[in-house]
């Protein structure tokens, strides 16, 4: 998925109001943020074969330490290990809950989307996927709803508190709608510039952390 980790990054925002949105996108997309390094690296590997799925042609050939449940619980309990040491007293055992459990929803979330080819830990043979990616009908009206329904809920639970707060927020959600649209309907990619092209992501999470200076938890009766 793509849109959908998003989604769940805008809907976390409303539980942890102390998270930053750039921590939450860092946290939601971990696993992809991790994994073109590691294939850079050698460590893991993938292919590119038109035709695997209706929606992607990447076959993910091994990728147990970025996408495994059993890596990203540890990486989740890293990052939120990680955010409580940086923000010293101002941290809650509940925000730090929240962070592992956006970590850990990108292999529920890819575990629906993916053939079966989730690692379930990083040494086993084993390889989950219920296969939505075999269906762009449904692909879209899945992903699609999911993101549309978590982006009205972070709209609803914050305020922008000046012009940048609406324009950066609302120009993230065409920005990725595009991508998402481009990527699933647009021709195969060359396998050598995958990884280089998913580097990209981070700009992202900085977009994240850009929105969330500039918008605030939504107080009662104040609409922006």
């Given at each position: ?9 805008f ?16 946290a ?11 294939v ?9 074969q ?6 992607t ?15 990203l619980a540890?990486?989740?309990?890293v990052?939120?290990?990680?955010w409580?040491?940086v ?6 055992p509940?925000?730090?809950?929240v ?5 850990v ?18 040494g ?8 939505l990616?075999?269906s ?25 508190v ?6 950066a ?33 981070w700009l ?8 969330d200076?500039h ?10």
């Open positions: 998925m793509f849109l959908g980790h998003f989604a769940v990054a809907a976390a925002k409303r539980a942890a109001p102390e998270v930053s949105l750039g921590t939450l996108f860092l939601a997309q971990l696993a992809d943020l991790l994994w073109p390094n590691l850079l690296l050698g460590v893991e590997r993938f292919k590119v038109p035709g695997i799925t209706a929606v042609p990447l076959d993910f050939v091994h990728y147990p330490w970025s996408h495994s449940l059993t890596a540890l990486w989740g309990v990052l939120g290990v990680g409580v040491a923000r010293l007293g101002q941290a809650t509940k925000a730090a809950l962070i592992l459990a956006v970590v929803s990108h292999w529920v979330l890819d575990w629906i989307a993916h053939r079966p080819d989730m690692p379930l830990t990083i086993g043979d084993t390889r989950l996927g219920l296969g990616w075999h762009i009908p449904a692909t879209l009206a899945v992903e699609g709803g999911l993101f549309a329904l978590c982006v009205a809920f972070y709209a609803q639970g914050t305020r922008a000046d012009r940048i707060g609406t324009w927020f609302w120009g993230l959600v065409a920005f990725l709608v595009v991508v998402y649209a481009a990527t699933v309907f647009g021709p195969p990619p060359e396998p050598a510039h995958v990884a280089w092209a998913a580097q990209a992501m992202l999470v900085f977009w994240g952390y850009w929105i200076r918008r605030e938890k939504r107080k009662y009766g104040i609409r922006d």
